[in-house]
């Protein structure tokens, strides 16, 4: 299995280009299960969890293309020919519970394998189930799937979520989009991936209003058609780069990011020391003078991202200070955490909070991580740790970011993958 192997201490200076968000990317995917249609997606980064939704998407009958030779563009199309996402599909990618509410909304059934939890945390999908539930479907789980049936066209539904879910609010507007009357979403999330998702489907067709906001009204029309969209650039991406820039006390050009996606990141990075700024083409960053330790606790959106705590925390392990980084989206969501400590870290997880200790150094190690945005904050303490560090399990990092050892090492840092 590669591994990435990198000598800290470089600062990082450059440009780095964004790439398309995995996680806008994946739902818009799902959307092309509901038009017959050519839905032509740019942007698109190549990524396993990308391919994995392609592979779901082909087995459901829909033809899944790469139109340019860069790979970037998809053009989706085709009838629906299967309406059950496979085990060993969901198995390796949670997302692929998306095709659940298009597949029911077309075809009035679908068999979709239940995600189990993952390293992150249980991760139900009750809200899901119980919106389309809302909506008139009759659900049964049975034998580690759910089963999903409704007679004739889904209906629309007043649906208050008791607290926001991205996976479900994008599941229950798809399905929403060409549903037989209104359904009002309450209490949605509001993440960029879901406003881009909205976008997209208003271009198809749909009607929705509210979007951007965490109350969405979609009236249902019979059918959508094809479309050609854009994804937005990857907001944890262009964080994940900022962390890189100002934990080495470089500065970096993040083309195509976008202040606005980033939330809660900006302000709380800012108080530690990092200025980010726009310029006409993206984001400038760069560290002011020390970094300072300030708290920071993970909300949905536009709060501080739980998919920057990790990355955030280890800009944390190396400033000034004492903070305290509360995790309250995910419940094991500190894996990071020994291995942070292992590099010379000093972090104390007490129930759902990290006291971070700043150290003057981190030093280098071999270190492996359960989960993509934990592998991804090793790689950052590679880059200011002392000596060598070996990131294993990278098969991790794959799933989410594009080429993040070229893009860095582009910009000065000492890193390679090698092949195992
Ligand atoms: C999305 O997951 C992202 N994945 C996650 O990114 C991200 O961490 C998460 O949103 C929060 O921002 C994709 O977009 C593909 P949720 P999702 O439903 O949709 C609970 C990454 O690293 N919940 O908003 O699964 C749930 O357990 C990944 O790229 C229920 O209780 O997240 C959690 O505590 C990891 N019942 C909270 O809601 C449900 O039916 C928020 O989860 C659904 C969710």
Do not use: W
Not at 72 to 77: A, K, V
Not at 86 to 104: E, F, H, Q, T, W
Not at 142 to 149: F, L, M, T
Not at 259 to 282: K, N, Q, R, W, Y
């Amino acid at each position: 299995m590669d591994r990435i192997r990198i000598r800290g201490g470089r600062p990082l200076s450059g440009e780095i280009i964004i790439s398309g968000a995995k996680n806008a990317s994946l739902p818009l995917m799902a959307a092309g299960l509901l038009t017959d249609e050519r839905l032509v997606l740019t942007r698109v980064p190549i990524l396993a969890d990308t391919s994995t939704m392609g592979e779901l998407l082909a087995q459901h009958g829909i033809a899944v293309e790469k139109t340019t030779n860069d790979g970037h563009t998809l053009s989706l199309g085709g009838p629906i020919t299967n309406t059950e996402a496979p085990y060993d599909i969901v198995r390796k990618m949670r997302a692929s519970i998306l095709v659940l509410g298009p597949l029911l909304a077309r075809t009035g059934e679908a068999r979709v394998s239940l995600p189990g939890g993952c390293a992150i945390g249980t991760r139900p999908v009750d809200l899901h189930l119980k919106g389309l539930e809302q909506m008139g479907a009759v659900i049964e789980l049975d034998g580690g799937y759910i089963n999903a049936k409704v007679a004739g066209r889904l209906k629309g539904a007043t649906i208050v979520f008791p607290m926001p879910s991205v996976g479900a609010t994008e599941n229950l507007v798809m399905a929403a989009s060409v549903a037989d009357g209104r359904t009002i979403l309450a209490n949605a999330a509001r993440e960029p991936e879901i406003t881009d998702l909205c976008d997209c489907l208003v271009a198809m067709g749909a009607q929705i209003s509210g979007i951007g906001t965490d109350r969405l009204t979609i009236d249902g029309v019979p059918s959508l058609h094809g479309a050609t969209h854009e994804v937005i650039a990857d907001r944890i991406e262009t964080g994940t780069f900022a962390c890189a820039a100002a934990i080495t006390g470089g500065s970096l050009h993040l083309t195509g990011g976008r202040l606005d996606h980033l939330g809660a990141v900006v302000s709380t990075l800012a108080e530690a020391g990092v200025e980010i700024s726009e310029t006409p083409t993206g984001l400038s960053v760069r560290r002011l003078n020390g970094l300072h330790g300030v708290d920071a606790i993970t909300e949905p959106y536009p709060g501080f991202p739980t998919d920057m705590q990790a990355q955030y925390m280890v800009l944390m392990s190396v400033a000034t200070g004492a903070s305290m980084v509360t995790e309250t989206i995910f419940e094991n969501r500190f894996m990071h955490v020994p291995e942070l400590n292992r590099m010379g870290a000093s972090i104390n997880v007490h129930g759902k909070s990290a006291i971070v200790r700043g150290v003057p150094f981190l030093s280098g190690a071999p270190v492996m991580a359960t989960d993509l945005r934990a592998s991804v904050s090793l790689v950052l303490a590679g880059l200011v740790a002392r000596g060598e560090t070996i990131v294993n399990r990278i098969y991790h990092l794959d799933r989410g970011f594009e080429h993040v050892e070229r893009k860095l090492a582009a910009c000065g840092a000492d890193i390679e993958r090698m092949p195992g």
